[in-house]
């Protein structure tokens, strides 16, 4: 406990830290404080009606599709769409680089190149948020919200609902690019990447109520509550240090390099490949891909799959977590696949004069990266697939629904991820502390 007040201490004596650390928590505050502000034409005192009207399925579907908003969508928020459609763009302008060979010739162009693709992603964002932000408009208005008493124009009347509609697209994309602004600003003068901590903020932001709520439901049984709830976080505990040692586990290659002075100054060098290289990447492919058709359920005519779909609806269900499960195992290898250069990675090393030890250079190279790499994908998509079904597996043991989205899934990964990502930027900013101390 006293190193850890020491290094607290260190970092407020450093002055650039200590503005980066202000400056990120003050950009943070801003973003909360918008996650509270209501579409225009939509009472803020009527919005309390909104989640009354659920069940305690549609909830838990609710629950996960504003995890990344902290409460915003909701809330019919004016950011409401949060950070997601610039993920949603980002994921297709990765696939588009591998896919069309002009784009790949760009992404290697350097800085002007990658300048360029970030203008191409910001304008897709443009088109997805006039997509998303209709649809959402729709589901409040049809679905999630009806109540007329809620809009402070009429929206049954056709001047109202276009003007509601019109003014909302608006809002929302603009929404949109204010959180990608923010995210920006964090990254360039704050600490950390901006959009992850961002989403994490927005995850976190719901962790205080959901534990009050676990921990006063458990109380009400008394001694034996007690026992549960200290056993509950003793398991949450182990599923964190769980988490951590899956998103940094990595298989070291040894490399070598024939030329004498490369080997002596390099001679501990290696090829790191993670076990999840692809990170939370699976999770958010196989959520988007079995809630795309949920947001449709209501406008099927077949009774089948309409019936399908409810099923779906359950996220704490069998269905749907084995859907999810197999989706993550899927989604890992077809990433991996797509994002781990083995051409290039084999490439550089012949170029740099550097090989693996009783591997040749060449075909060899990378048909042994890409027997390493799926050996450690296939054990770091099953755990992936574990961590994603987490969260429904604790809630039929029990745990209050809320708090038991902490206990896995994309929310826990992303969390834990962000953490230990500031946690190494802090590290470095302490060390470059101390060596210039030393130069001085």
């Known amino acids: 406990m006293n190193i850890f007040l020491k290094k607290i201490y260190k970092i407020c004596t450093i002055k650039e830290l200590r503005k980066k650390i202000i400056l990120t928590l003050s950009l943070l505050l801003i973003y909360r404080f918008g996650s509270y502000i209501p579409i225009p034409g939509i009472d803020p005192l009527g919005i309390n009606f909104f989640m009354e009207k659920f069940s305690s399925k549609s909830k838990g579907l609710i629950q996960i599709l504003s995890s990344f908003t902290g409460g915003a969508f909701n809330r019919a928020s004016i950011l409401a769409l949060g950070i997601m459609p610039y993920i949603s763009s980002s994921i297709i302008m990765q696939l588009m680089c591998i896919i069309i060979p002009s784009l790949y010739r760009l992404q290697k162009e350097g800085e002007s190149g990658r300048m360029y693709i970030s203008l191409i992603t910001r304008w897709l964002t443009i088109g997805i948020c006039l997509i998303q932000a209709p649809l959402y408009l729709i589901s409040l208005t049809k679905q999630l919200i009806p109540f007329n008493s809620v809009y402070l124009v009429d929206i049954n009347t056709f001047y109202g609902k276009v003007m509601f509609f019109i003014i909302g697209v608006i809002v929302l994309t603009a929404g949109t690019f204010f959180t990608m602004w923010l995210g920006d600003k964090i990254t360039n003068i704050g600490i950390g990447n901006g959009i992850s901590i961002i989403i994490m903020s927005g995850i976190v932001s719901k962790f205080p109520i959901a534990i009050t709520k676990e921990i006063s439901s ?157 050996c450690i994908t296939i054990p770091g998509a099953i755990l992936l697939s574990i961590i994603a079904v987490l969260p429904s597996l604790v809630f039929r043991l029990g745990i209050n629904q809320n708090f038991s989205l902490f206990y896995g899934g994309t929310s826990l990964l992303i969390v834990v991820g962000v953490i230990l990502d500031i946690y190494q930027q802090v590290k470095i900013h302490l060390l470059n502390y101390y060596y210039d101390d030393l130069m001085m």
């Open 218 to 374: 458990k109380l009400e049984l008394g001694f034996k509550g007690l026992i549960i709830l200290f056993l509950e976080f003793i398991l949450w505990i182990l599923v964190i240090l769980f988490s951590i040692i899956i998103i940094q586990a990595i298989r070291k290659i040894p490399v070598q390099y024939v030329s004498h002075y490369k080997s002596f100054i390099k001679k501990h060098q290696y090829i790191p490949l993670k076990m999840t290289s692809v990170g939370v990447m699976p999770l958010i492919f196989s959520q988007a891909i079995v809630l795309f058709p949920i947001t449709f359920s209501n406008y099927i005519e077949n009774s089948k799959l309409k019936k399908f779909f409810f099923i779906l609806q359950d996220v704490y269900g069998f269905w749907y977590n084995l859907i999810i499960a197999l989706l993550v195992i899927i989604f890992t290898f077809f990433y991996t696949a797509i994002t781990i250069p083995v051409n290039q990675i084999s490439d550089d090393l012949k170029r740099n004069g550097g090989y693996i030890p009783k591997v040749k250079p060449g075909k060899e190279t990378i048909l042994y990266i890409d027997h390493i790499l799926s």
